[in-house]
């Protein structure tokens, strides 16, 4: 028997409706054209696409020592220990004090599911790093794992906390994460465009079975007056009996 306070009990009409229409074309298409986007690449004889050495040889030709330190710091907090462990252990803790059990289980999923199709297709294409690189790194050039990781959080979160400025943060650090890998010489910038693809399009594909529970759960740490209430969320004024 369902729970009065169960979350999907709580969830907005719209956050209900998104659960029952499964709306995964979205991100099973983001996830496509990433895949699609490292063919392309691998599919070329020299392995990168007239775009890469473009962007590439720009970057090279502005290197300075001032942008090595934020790059190198980008690099340390989307990789490593910190960036695949202690950060997403951090944050999932951060949504358990916050009572949203469910939010915490959707980012942890979302964000080892995302590091799985990135070492999966790194594999898969075997595509070789720039020459020029200035930092050490695993196999596999293609896609970006640092910003695969960026853009899963910065979904993830804006998903679950709808607020422009969480939206902006997140937009603004993976942006810059993308930014960083090029210009460490670590990836390519189709690398960084599928990164982004991979991580946005695992982000929607997890959240729509569970966008009632999420919202639902939402509402209620809230302390939604529905629940305050005992009422149903799909009952109003004018349907209650009067008398």
Known sequence: MTSPDAPERAATPSARRISRRWPLISG???????????????????????????????????RAPIWEVP????????????????????????????????????????????????QLLKHLFGRARPLDILVSSDFGSFPSGHVANAATMAVVLGILFPRVWVWAAGI????????????????????????????????????????DKLDGERQLSRG???????ENPTETDESRPHG
């Open 71 to 118: 790059s190198l710091f980008m690099n340390y907090l989307g990789g490593g220990v910190l960036g695949v462990l202690v950060v997403p252990v951090a944050i999932a803790v951060f949504l358990l004090l916050l009572k949203r059990p469910w939010a915490a289980g959707y980012f942890l999923a979302a964000t080892i599911v995302s590091a799985g199709v990135v």
């Open 172 to 211: 603004a650090y993976t942006v810059i994460m993308l930014l960083s890998r090029t210009y460490l010489g670590a990836h390519w910038l189709t690398d960084t465009v599928g990164g982004l693809l991979i991580g946005a399009g695992v982000a929607v594909v997890l959240w729509a079975p569970i966008a």
């Open 224 to 230: 939604h007056p529905w629940r305050n209430r005992g």
């Open 28 to 62: 099973v298409l983001a996830l496509a054209l990433a895949a699609a986007l490292g063919s392309l690449a691998v599919a070329r004889s020299s392995g990168v696409l007239e775009i890469d050495t473009e962007w590439m040889n720009e970057i090279t030709e502005h």
